[in-house]
T-cell receptor
């Protein structure tokens, strides 16, 4: 079976750093994706990891450990506009995408 | 604006009916992906086309079908509609077929089945 877990909700303070974890158990692995989705809007692609390690893109970084079935998204210097849902997804063999339930992040002033 | 367009924005129909959702990818993108997002099931991948050919298939029901035309626009056909098909349907596009490149999402079509 396919299973992806993420915390349902997280809260952090403006200017702080937050780490959103994602663990997965899937039949095969062909890359891990992170998306941001503001309420009522379409998802926005944030990052893609296929090899172990850290990928940095400005205030956002994504880490992958394939042996542990684990990834995290790190958001630095949080801003109010970062309040959104963050979706973790794995591409499995056969090129299917499996999505996690999403983590709703609230950034407080 | 992502450059991906979807029509219509909203659709209200009755159970048992058939509807067609349309997507135009960004200029130069060869891949089109279809997703369904409902409140109880989150975002689900339905199907991917690359340059007119089906590339990957996810949790797409047999009542649903899709195609990508020579001009690269895509249509998702939903038939024998049920109440549970009410959801947001997103289309996304990317340049590559493997999904490693950035996927750009359209604004979605909100379908309500009564």
């Amino acid at each position: 079976g396919q299973n992806i877990d993420q915390p349902t909700e997280m809260t952090a303070t403006e200017g702080a750093i937050v780490q959103i974890n994602c663990t997965y158990q899937t039949s095969g692995f062909n890359g891990l994706f992170w998306y941001q989705q503001h309420a009522g809007e379409a998802p926005t692609f944030l990052s893609y990891n296929v090899l172990d390690g850290l990928e940095e893109k400005g205030r956002f970084s994504s880490f992958l450990s394939r042996s542990k079935g684990y990834s995290y998204l790190l958001l630095k210097e949080l801003q109010m506009k970062d309040s959104a849902s963050y979706l973790c997804a794995v591409r499995v063999y056969g090129q299917n995408f499996v999505f996690g339930p999403g983590t709703r992040l609230s950034v407080l002033p | 604006d992502s450059g991906v367009t979807q029509t219509p924005k909203h659709l209200i129909t009755a159970t048992g009916q058939r509807v067609t959702l349309r997507c135009s990818p960004r200029s130069g993108d060869l891949s089109v992906y279809w997703y369904q997002q409902s409140l109880d099931q989150g975002l689900q991948f339905l199907i991917q086309y690359y340059n007119g050919e089906e590339r990957a298939k996810g949790n797409i029901l047999e009542r649903f079908s899709a195609q990508q035309f020579p001009d690269l626009h895509s249509e998702l056909n939903l038939s024998s509609l049920e109440l549970g098909d009410s959801a947001l349907y997103f289309c996304a596009s990317s340049q590559d077929q493997g999904g490693q490149e950035t996927q750009y999402f359209g604004p979605g079509t909100r379908l309500l089945v009564l």
